[in-house]
T-cell receptor, first 118, second 114 residues
Framework: DAGVIQSPRHEVTEMGQEVTLRCKPI?????LFWYRQTMMRGLELLIY????????DSGMPEDRFSAKMPNASFSTLKIQPSEPRDSAVYFC????????????????FGPGTRLTVL | AQKVTQAQTEISVVEKEDVTLDCVYE???????LFWYKQPPSGELVFLIR??????QNEISGRYSWNFQKSTSSFNFTITASQVVDSAVYFC???????????FGSGTKLNVKP
């Protein structure tokens, strides 16, 4: 079975441009997470979804960031307009956790998208 | 306050040495889960182990072992006879009894030199 799939793997863009990162979770998983990793701040949870519904977006840095999950097999993270400080590796992860239940299940991570904003 | 603290930013050892990576966590929940992940130079995070708060039995898997102590809120990871392939960043994470939201530590970079 394929793992979490992210695209693109690398993205280089110029400041002010719109960036869209894509994620396909593992089939059957009902929870999806977007993380950002930088040297300065480590791994930060941006947002997570359960059954396609955003549960907690308190980690989204500002209004320039938005995330959607139109169906169980696809999610996007959009940055508009992008800024150099958005340069980071963005990870998508999925799990089969159940909302409200003890959270025993590990998260499976995708390979990440390395974003560079010039 | 940090829920998961990995005080060791970077550790360097010579191959075949034993090394212990420390993880201290903070939670008020009685039911919680602890995880270790490995991030090799390729970048992907790989799940290593999970532990629930009711199981303090230490675990061994090959050269890897984990020591969970609730009394000190620690979940330490030991690699015995380290190898160059163990070089990676290792993350400890906590999941409390509300949802599958993980609190990650800042990671410990392990360098194993030949």
């Amino acid at each position: 079975d394929a793992g979490v799939i992210q695209s693109p793997r690398h993205e280089v863009t110029e400041m002010g441009q719109e960036v869209t990162l894509r994620c396909k979770p593992i089939s059957g998983h009902n929870s999806l997470f977007w993380y950002r990793q930088t040297m300065m701040r480590g791994l930060e949870l941006l947002i997570y979804f359960n059954n396609n519904v955003p549960i907690d977006d308190s980690g989204m840095p500002e209004d320039r960031f938005s995330a959607k999950m139109p169906n169980a097999s696809f999610s996007t993270l959009k940055i508009q307009p992008s800024e150099p400080r958005d340069s980071a590796v963005y990870f998508c992860a999925s799990s089969d956790a159940v909302l409200g239940a003890p959270s025993y299940n590990e998260q499976f991570f995708g390979p990440g998208t390395r974003l560079t904003v010039l | 306050a940090q829920k998961v603290t990995q005080a060791q930013t970077e550790i360097s050892v010579v191959e075949k040495e034993d090394v212990t990576l420390d993880c201290v966590y903070e939670t008020r929940d009685t039911t919680y889960y602890l995880f270790w992940y490995k991030q090799p130079p390729s970048g992907e995070l790989v799940f290593l182990i999970r532990r629930n708060s009711f199981d303090e039995q230490n675990e061994i898997s090959g050269r890897y072992s984990w020591n969970f102590q609730k009394s000190t809120s620690s979940f330490n990871f030991t690699i015995t006879a380290s190898q160059v392939v163990d070089s990676a960043v290792y993350f400890c994470a906590l999941s409390e009894n509300n949802f599958n939201k993980f609190y990650f530590g800042s990671g410990t970079k392990l360098n194993v030199k030949p």
